[in-house]
């Protein structure tokens, strides 16, 4: 079985990048097809797309791609649209804002498109920038969009089955495109057995700074009741909130796996005031080391937070929310044993069973068809 690749593009480290990596473990001959790649912007994580063959579009080659992908995706389509995936048995797309699901392969070919969230800025979601108050936001933005999204759903007609990454990207999925998804929740490396772990007295937080992750409230919880906070991860937010974190907030910038699990171990708990996340892989990385999670209520953390199990909801985006949220989450007493338990449920093996059950079923039904 010859399989294929394909990612929206490679300039920044995230969950979907982690679900492309175990997808290459699975497959680790498949080369990867993408728009553009960057390695000097993916940090330490570069060293894990090392020996891989990766074939880019002609988007990689336009200068100052790291600054202008966000306007040119108006050729995202088109760039998908131009690789050759003749002689695959199977092309596994990976995609969210850049229409890798577009691709075009050929009738004997399958195509799994597991999607991580449709194109939050065309459907009227939050995005990671405040991209309305411009004026190409206020003026063009609008009619850009509108052959966006007819490309979009175009390129979501493509595949032979959409896989959601959560309950919650099924429900945008069907509303978008039409179409039903299988839900495959993405893979978290869990330990492979229970070990519990002293607690130590700092909050964390793990996240690309972004307007959507909401960090500055992590940010003024702890400037307002002198809380120690970590924050893991990098982007545009992050000049002001150092200037708005007082000296008690540490920015650690991107982490390797091993100093992230080392802070996972000594966390008191996970802050993860996101909203309408799509999945949330964080809450569950937080869960595998005993740590329990204080989440904004809404999207996908709905699915990844137990509450009273493996975390605590608060309701609304505001400072009041949260403190009324700490509160009570100081009142519950975590099992460290039924947080390992809970994350178990999200594990890398997982993930690779039901994604080769699916290829399975599929390479039965189409060779019944043919």
């Known amino acids: 079985m010859k399989v294929a690749l394909v990612h929206d593009f490679l300039a920044e480290w995230g969950g979907a990048e982690r679900v492309v990596v175990e997808l290459h473990h699975l497959f680790p001959k498949a080369p990867l097809y993408t728009a553009f790649y960057l390695p000097q912007k993916l940090g330490q994580q570069k060293s894990l797309f090392a020996g891989w063959q990766i074939k880019t ?3 990689n080659k336009v200068p100052f791609i790291s600054r202008l992908y966000s306007p040119l995706r108006v050729y995202a389509l088109l760039a998908f649209e131009q690789f050759d ?5 199977v092309v596994i797309s990976s995609s969210n804002m850049y229409m890798a699901k577009g691709i075009i392969v050929r009738p004997e070919t399958i195509h799994i498109s597991y999607l991580h969230s449709i194109p939050k800025y065309l459907y009227g979601y939050t995005t990671a920038r405040n991209w309305r108050q411009s004026f190409v936001g206020k003026v063009i933005a609008p009619y850009l969009n509108h052959k966006l ?3 979009d759903y ?3 007609q493509r595949p032979d089955v959409l896989v959601a990454n959560s309950e919650e990207t099924r429900r945008r999925i069907l509303k978008a495109y039409h179409r039903q ?3 495959i929740y993405p893979p978290v490396n869990i330990p492979p057995q229970f070990r519990p772990y002293p607690k130590k007295d700092y909050l964390l937080v793990v996240s690309r700074l972004v307007l959507a992750k909401h960090i500055d409230l992590a940010v003024r919880l702890a400037n ?3 809380l120690h906070l970590k924050i893991v991860g990098q982007g ?3 000049k002001r909130l150092r200037q708005l974190a007082g000296p008690n907030v540490e920015f650690l910038g991107l982490v390797d796996d091993q100093a992230l699990h080392h802070l996972y171990q000594g966390a ?8 309408d996340e799509d999945f949330g892989i964080v809450p569950i990385e937080a869960a595998a080391y005993g740590t329990p999670v204080l989440a904004h209520r809404s999207g996908g953390s709905l699915e990844t937070v137990k509450e009273g199990v493996s975390g605590i909801f608060f309701d609304d985006l505001t400072l009041d929310s949260l403190l009324s949220g700490w509160k009570k989450f100081q009142k519950v007493k975590f099992s460290q044993r039924q947080l390992y338990d809970w994350a178990s449920r999200f594990s890398t093996s997982v993930f690779d069973q039901r994604i080769k059950h699916l290829i399975t079923k599929l390479m039965g039904e189409k060779k019944n068809k043919i």
């Not at 995936?85 to 048995?89: P, T």
């Not at 008191?268 to 909203?275: G, S, Y």
């Open 57 to 59: 579009s002609f988007l």
């Open 85 to 89: 995936f003749d002689g695959y048995d």
């Open 149 to 151: 999204r007819l490309n």
């Open 154 to 156: 175009l390129a979501a």
């Open 181 to 183: 998804a299988e839900v």
């Open 224 to 226: 307002k009741l002198n």
């Open 236 to 238: 545009p937010e992050e």
């Open 268 to 275: 008191k708990a996970l802050i993860f005031p996101a909203e």
